[in-house]
C-alpha cells in the first residue's frame, strides 16, 4: 500500500519535507558519467540532479507524493528506434548516475535527498542485492536515508516511517500469500524484523511523530483485510477471519493520531 499526496499521513510527512529542504537552496556536485552514457540522452530532469539541484525533484515530489517518484527517476526519454529492453538498462544507469554523481558532496541535506530518490524512484528493481553480493539500490537508499535520520534531518526520519510501513506490509503480504500458497515466503534478509519496526513505530510516535501512530494503524488494519482475503494471517498462518484485535488496535492507534496530529515533530 502506498499513500500519494491525498493520504494525511503522506502530506504531513511531505510539508514537513517541504519546509526542511526547499528553503535550503540547491546543492551543488560535480558531474560524472563513465563513457559511452551522454548525460545528454538522459533528459532534463536527471540532469538537473547530476548537478546537485533537486529543487525541481522537491516540487514533483509535493505534487505527486512517494508513489510517483518512479516517474521521475525513470524519466529519461525513449530513442528513435531503442528496443525496449535496451531503454531500461539506459535509464537504470542514468537514474544511478545521480547517485554517483553526487557522492562527493556529504552534507545532510544531500544524503537524504539521494536516499529518497533511490528508494522511492526505484520500486521496480526490487529488493535483491547486486550480483557481487554488494547492497543492491533500494537497500542503498534505505542505508542514507537511515544514517540521515540518525544525524538528525526531521525529513529523513518522517520518510524512514514510511519506508518501514512499506517494509511492514509487504512482508506481511508475502508471508500471508505464502502461506496460502503453501510455499516458504522469501523475505530479503536484510530487512529489519517487522515485529522490531512496530516497536519503533510505537517509539516514534510517542517520542513526538504522530505520522508513526497513522503508520501502526494502517500496519494493523491491512493484517486484518489479508486476514480475510488469504484465511492467513500475517505470519502465513492459516486463519478463520481476521483477530478482532488487529481492528481494535488500529482504531486506537488512528484515534492516537487524530489526537496528536497536530503535534510539532521533534527528534527523539
Not at 563513465?34 to 525533484?57: H, M, V
Not at 522469501?186 to 519496526?197: N, S, T
Request: with cysteine; net charge neutral; aromatic share 10%.
Amino acid at each position: 500500500m502506498y499513500y500519494s499526496i491525498r493520504h494525511p499521513f503522506a502530506l504531513g510527512a511531505l510539508i514537513c519535507l517541504a519546509g526542511l529542504l526547499l528553503a535550503g537552496g540547491p546543492v551543488r556536485a560535480q558531474s560524472v558519467f563513465e563513457a559511452p552514457l551522454d548525460p545528454a540522452t538522459c533528459g532534463d530532469r536527471l540532469n538537473r540532479l547530476y548537478d546537485g539541484d533537486f529543487d525541481q525533484f522537491w516540487a514533483f515530489v509535493l505534487r505527486q507524493g512517494y508513489s510517483g517518484v518512479p516517474e521521475y527517476a525513470w524519466s529519461t526519454p525513449e530513442r528513435a528506434g531503442e528496443s525496449p529492453e535496451d531503454w531500461k538498462v539506459r535509464a537504470r544507469q542514468c537514474l544511478l548516475e545521480v547517485e554517483r554523481a553526487n557522492q562527493r558532496d556529504d552534507r545532510l541535506e544531500m544524503r537524504f535527498a539521494v536516499g529518497y530518490f533511490l528508494w522511492f524512484g526505484t520500486k521496480s528493481q526490487g529488493f535483491d542485492k547486486e550480483p557481487d553480493g554488494s547492497p543492491g539500490v533500494r537497500e542503498r537508499g534505505y542505508r542514507m536515508l537511515r544514517q540521515a535520520m540518525a544525524d538528525g534531518s526531521d525529513a529523513a526520519l518522517e520518510a524512514v516511517i514510511q519506508v518501514h510501513l512499506e517494509i511492514v506490509q509487504l512482508g506481511d503480504q508475502r508471508m500471508a500469500l505464502a502461506g496460502k500458497k503453501g510455499v516458504p515466503a522469501r523475505l530479503p534478509e536484510w530487512w529489519p524484523e517487522r515485529d522490531q519496526l512496530l516497536v519503533s513505530l510505537d517509539r516514534l510516535a510517542k517520542s513526538g511523530h504522530p505520522s508513526a501512530y497513522l503508520a501502526i494503524s494502517a500496519i494493523y488494519s491491512e493484517r486484518a483485510l489479508l486476514a480475510s482475503a488469504t484465511g492467513h494471517d500475517h505470519n502465513g498462518r492459516p486463519v478463520s477471519g481476521p483477530d478482532p484485535r488487529l481492528i481494535e488496535a488500529s482504531k486506537a492507534y488512528r484515534k492516537a493520531w487524530e489526537q496528536h496530529k497536530s503535534d510539532k515533530p521533534s527528534n527523539s
